[in-house]
């Protein structure tokens, strides 16, 4: 579970290599880190310090499944981390040549906007001079200016001298050459007539001069009709009037159809004239309101609303382009629905060789698909078992981990021998103390019962103090065995704390030896990818 932790990039404050005979105190500490430190890192699992010093396993198994997927987890975006800042540090100094033409694409397309957004602002002649109305040389800057819809006059201010009389003659002379200014442009302006949309349009003169002259051409037709008629009537004698008749019926009705088409053309043009008279009538009436209003805004020298007129006339400009810019999309549109009409009739209209010839090629990329997929699958099972092959060799933090777990098993495989030593070795001297008390029980029974008899005469009383005195002396020689045999225990546990001492400062040595030839193997990585890196660039 510490190892979890620490591959997580969570720190627990353990200490487990100078302290392997950990007391029951150390290992609830221990216990209750790594359960404090479970809810930081949002376990969705709770667990106590006392199930995981009982290793209640139906507990611990979903943390530890939990700790070790996110460990994995972890692994993972430290390794896509890495990946990227790899990526990304090779990007700096080197460039493929992919990467250049899409730069190069990049930069075309650019140009290409640039050119698009300098031609949809680019200046617009709006109005134009009338036919016949006179230029001068002095007006032709400001006639020009006014073409382009530019502001009308300029106002221009005199800098102040250092007296009064002169500065209210400035501005007298200020205000005469801004009336001036005023005169001119509205003068220039008057002479200004506005350019049409487009000029493929018809005035209304000239469909007013085509009705007249198709209504010229009927009246000579039927003027030449009511002759021939005339004429056939007078000729009854000649042979060739039936002939006549038949032709002249057949233009006569040519005619009348002809009449009757010229007759819907001038009906629909008619109405096409009186709507573009009253266009043109809406257009002039609100050009003049529009004039009015800004010889009105003029006249009153209302000037706050400049860049409310300037940005309309930004907008109005963009409003242009955006048109200018949806008829040419709209034409492009047509010439590709053209182009793709074209390709689908030479398609449909294609042979059935071409057609095999194209399922033969199908089926070819089919197969070459399948063998390139075939080869790939296999790629992937071979990464597979090497990417396997490389989890299955531990690192060095993981045998630092093992070597931890195996130190604590040892301590807990000890600990439980030293327990069950204990209990054997109580129960042999529990054996031993009651076989000695049953020894004692015995004698002092075999004493009692012969007492009295041995009491009754003198011999027999001189025989049980002799049996006394060797029962008393066998006592002896036990005890002095018993003392010497507790003796030798004593001195063996002696030297056998020492052993155990001198092994376990050899042992610290041992561990502090490992971490500092851990470190200096650190430092010596380092310099040898700093020794790589000055060969690389060198």
């Not at 392997?20 to 790594?34: A, M, R, V, Y």
């Not at 010229?216 to 005339?230: C, F, L, N, R």
């Not at 993981?398 to 439980?416: H, I, P």
């Not at 070795?425 to 007492?451: A, G, H, P, V």
Request: glycine share 4%; charged share 30%.
């Amino acid at each position: 579970m510490t190892w979890c932790i620490e591959s997580c990039n969570f720190d627990v404050d353990v200490d487990l290599l100078f302290r392997e005979n950990l007391t029951i105190g150390q290992k609830i500490s221990l216990t209750e880190k790594i359960v404090a430190m479970l809810p930081k890192m949002n376990c969705p699992y709770r667990i106590e310090p006392h199930q995981i010093q009982g290793l209640d396993c139906i507990h611990i198994f979903p943390v530890i499944q939990w700790l070790v997927k996110r460990s994995m987890e972890t692994r993972e975006e430290t390794a896509e981390f890495v990946r990227s800042f790899a990526l990304n540090q090779f990007h700096k100094k080197h460039s493929f040549s992919e990467d250049a033409e899409t730069a190069k694409a990049v930069q075309g397309n650019l140009t290409k906007n640039i050119r698009l957004v300098k031609k949809s602002y680019e200046p617009r002649r709006l109005f134009k001079h009338k036919d016949g109305s006179v230029r001068e040389e002095s007006t032709k800057y400001l006639g020009t200016v006014l073409e382009y819809e530019a502001p009308l006059y300029y106002s221009t201010k005199g800098v102040g001298s250092p007296t009064a009389t002169s500065s209210n003659d400035a501005k007298e002379n200020d205000r005469k050459e801004e009336l001036k200014e005023k005169e001119n442009t509205e003068q220039i302006a008057g002479s200004l007539a506005a350019i049409e949309e487009s000029s493929a349009r018809l005035s209304v003169v000239a469909v007013g001069n085509i009705v007249g002259i198709q209504a010229q051409e009927i009246a000579k037709v039927a003027e030449k009709y009511a002759a021939m008629s005339t004429s056939e009537t007078g000729e009854n004698g000649s042979s060739n009037s039936s002939a006549a008749v038949i032709a002249l019926q057949k233009q006569k009705a040519a005619l009348q159809n002809r009449i009757r088409k010229l007759t819907k053309e001038r009906d629909s043009l008619s109405t096409k004239v009186s709507e573009l008279t009253d266009k043109t009538n809406e257009s002039r009436a609100k050009r003049q309101a529009i004039e009015r209003s800004l010889k009105k805004a003029q006249e009153m020298g209302i000037n706050e609303h400049d860049s409310v007129y300037k940005c309309l006339e930004e907008l109005l400009l963009v409003h242009d382009g955006l048109k200018e810019q949806e008829h040419n999309f709209r034409e492009q549109c047509k010439s590709d629905l053209n182009l793709l009409r074209g390709k689908l009739q030479e398609i449909e209209s294609g042979t059935s060789e071409e057609e095999e010839d194209r399922l033969k090629e199908y089926e070819e990329q089919k197969e070459a698909v399948t063998r390139v997929r075939l080869q790939l699958a296999k790629k992937n099972r071979a990464i597979a078992s090497l990417t396997r092959q490389l989890d299955d060799v531990p690192g060095r933090s993981e045998l630092t981990q093992y070597q931890r777990r195996f130190m604590e098993l040892y301590n807990q495989v000890s600990a439980k021998h030293k327990e069950t030593k204990q209990y054997y070795t109580l129960y042999n001297t529990l054996d031993d103390t009651k076989l000695y008390l049953s020894k004692e029980l015995s004698l002092l029974n075999s004493i009692q019962d012969n007492y009295n008899e041995a009491m009754a005469s003198t011999s027999g009383k001189e025989q049980f103090l002799k049996q006394f005195e060797a029962i008393v002396a066998g006592v002896k020689r036990n005890k002095a065995k018993v003392e010497k045999r507790c003796a030798d225990e004593k001195n063996r546990r002696d030297t056998l704390s020492r052993q155990l001492a001198t092994l376990i400062e050899q042992q610290r040595k041992y561990v502090a030896a490992v971490r500092q030839l851990t470190i200096e193997c650190r430092k010596n990585e380092a310099l040898l990818a700093q020794l790589r890196d000055t060969y690389s660039r060198g």
